[in-house]
């Protein structure tokens, strides 16, 4: 089984997805925009036609990152209120930092990346795109 988390954004997918991209590296697979979904029941704008449909950003060996622009019929969504968290759990502290201060950049630490009260290494933070994410190496070294 794999989980992998699925994002919706207000139209700054594409920047989001980029610097996702900056951070954990690879190459986009599947990136679609509006434009290219042929859909006569509900056509988009100019404005929505080069919004990202779907896009997907493979992580580590098994994981995808994926999300899109949520169409203007579907309305805004309020990014503050995002309470849900993407955890990632990496073998050693230089990744987690690495990570985290990659991720971080930009966006509100709830908890800097520390030696946590339960033994591991550990950070909470919203990016500069009101995702939220927690950051974990178990392994001291």
């Given at each position: 089984?794999?989980?992998?988390?699925?994002?919706?954004?207000?139209?700054?997918?594409?920047?989001?997805?980029?610097?996702?991209?900056?951070?954990?590296?690879?190459?986009f697979q599947n990136l679609s925009r509006y434009k290219d979904l042929p859909n006569?029941?509900?056509?988009?704008?100019?404005?929505?036609?080069d919004k990202i449909m779907h896009i997907a950003l493979p992580i580590g060996k098994h994981n995808m990152l994926m999300g899109n622009d949520t169409p203007n019929f579907?309305?805004?969504?309020?990014e503050q209120e995002t309470r849900s968290k993407i955890s990632i759990t990496v073998d050693h502290k230089e990744e987690a930092d690495?990570?985290?201060?990659?991720?971080?950049?930009?966006?509100?630490?709830?908890?800097?990346?520390a030696e946590s009260p339960w033994g591991s290494y550990f950070a909470m933070f919203r990016d500069r795109y009101g995702i939220e994410w927690m950051i974990e190496s178990k392994r001291k070294d």
């Open positions: 089984m794999k989980i992998n988390p699925y994002l919706h954004f207000n139209g700054n997918a594409e920047e989001a997805f980029t610097f996702y991209q900056s951070v954990f590296g690879g190459e006569p029941q509900h056509p988009f704008s100019e404005d929505e036609a579907m309305g805004k969504h309020n690495r990570l985290f201060y990659g991720l971080s950049a930009g966006g509100q630490v709830e908890m800097p990346i």
